[in-house]
């Protein structure tokens, strides 16, 4: 369950404690689990989950939290975006095994060309709301992200499931090779 707050998150823990389903509550994700049944086995499959500031963390963490559901195992780098590019390589090399990288921005979005510029892999952009000034709300990093000219797909804004669901679908089809 996406976009939940903490006090929806306490009452679906509540109802699912009555029916006999574990709820797992994932705080910087804004997300809940439900399950019965055993725990996921991770596959091979190994997505790479990156944001340019702290601000696209809800974003990026709710990719991470699908493609970890999904079977995946991620690697995660944050804050590594390009008003302190030098973070970003060391980021980069940490993650050099994953089979797809999810990049979430806001602001003007120019994170992911820059990845997708690095390196070999699939690189999906997630424009984040979190920008402001002309084109705020994340238009300016859909734009940007739609525009570029490094090989990128580009979801929604703020549509971190989405990217790490579409990520998680193509690491377990390239990990299963």
Known sequence: ????????????????????????????????????????????????????????????????????????????????????IHRLFPAIRKCLDAHVFVVAAGREGTLPAIVAGLIDRPVIGVPVSTGYGYMGGGQAALASMLQSCAVIAVVNIDAGFVAGAFAARIANMVGDR
């Open 1 to 84: 369950i996406s976009r939940i707050s903490p006090d929806h998150a306490r009452a679906i823990r509540e109802a699912c404690r009555e029916m006999g389903v574990s709820f797992t509550w994932h705080e910087k994700a804004a997300m809940g689990v439900l399950s019965r049944g055993s725990p996921i086995v991770p596959g091979k499959g190994i997505v790479a989950v990156i944001s340019a500031g702290t601000s696209d963390l809800r974003v990026a963490e709710e990719a991470r939290v699908i493609a970890e559901e999904m079977g995946c195992t991620v690697r995660t780098a944050y804050d590594v975006g390009v008003a302190g």
